[in-house]
């Protein structure tokens, strides 16, 4: 038995985490919520995660649920990684880069593929969708316009932090039919970031697990 325990779901936000557990090297199980079968919802995984969503992470008797969260307690747990930075400044800009992927990127997209939640009616839902769209479209070319005016690699600078693996999530879904971007057309700066984690061994190992086509690679 592992000391820590992902629940994930293919394609989704946990992603992050899950690359995160593999660039710290951390020994850990992941276990695979199907949402085609309503598993989020069952009693069972109820009672670990009550939000009924995913990633959570399961380390002895705590809990752990946000991707930010998991990846800083990650991050923490395994400092010899550097997935954390250590310096103030870019301590600032890894939780800012964070809370605007979580608060801001991602309720974007699920203002386009889950208008069910903002709205009852079929013409309210329509109008969410549509404004998800010009939402989405300004704030995936924000995170454009951010990595192009960084001359370093990676997003805080020339080492990998969790904010890359945070940022291949929404890279993958720019490119999935709910968006429908020509990332590599539309987002240039971004999908070279995300080849460039596309030849790392954790993304490599996490998107195969999750049945998802590397960056770079032919669909």
């Known amino acids: 038995m ?5 629940y994930y779901a293919p394609g989704t936000c946990s ?12 020994d850990y199980e992941a276990v695979r919520i199907d949402f085609t079968k309503s598993q989020q919802t ?12 995913v990633p959570a ?4 008797d705590l809990v752990v649920t946000e ?24 301590d600032a800009r890894c939780t800012e880069w964070l809370a605007f992927m979580s608060s801001t990127v991602h309720v974007a997209f699920a203002h386009v593929r889950r208008p069910m939640r903002y709205a009852r ?10 404004l998800g769209r010009e939402t989405a479209r300004k704030v995936w070319q924000m995170v454009e316009d951010r990595l192009s005016a960084e001359a370093a690699p990676f997003a805080l600078g020339a080492e990998i932090s969790v904010v ?3 940022l291949l999530v929404f890279w993958n879904w720019g490119r999935t039919p709910t968006l429908g971007y020509d990332m590599a057309a539309e987002f240039p700066a971004w999908t070279r970031h995300a080849a460039m ?23």
């Open 15 to 26: 992603v992050a985490s899950h690359v995160t557990l593999e660039e710290a090297g951390a």
């Open 67 to 90: 991707n930010p969260a998991i990846m800083r307690h990650i991050a923490l747990k395994h400092p010899d990684k550097r997935l954390w930075p250590q310096d103030a400044r870019l």
């Open 42 to 53: 069952s009693p069972d995984y109820l009672k670990i995660n009550p939000k009924g969503r």
């Open 2 to 6: 592992t000391g820590l325990k992902l």
């Open 121 to 130: 009616s079929d013409e309210g839902q329509a109008e969410v969708v549509d």
């Open 57 to 60: 992470l399961v380390d002895g």
């Open 197 to 219: 984690m596309a030849e790392r061994p954790s993304v490599k190992a996490v998107f195969a697990e999750n049945g998802l086509t590397l960056p770079g690679a032919a669909a």
């Open 164 to 166: 890359d693996a945070y």
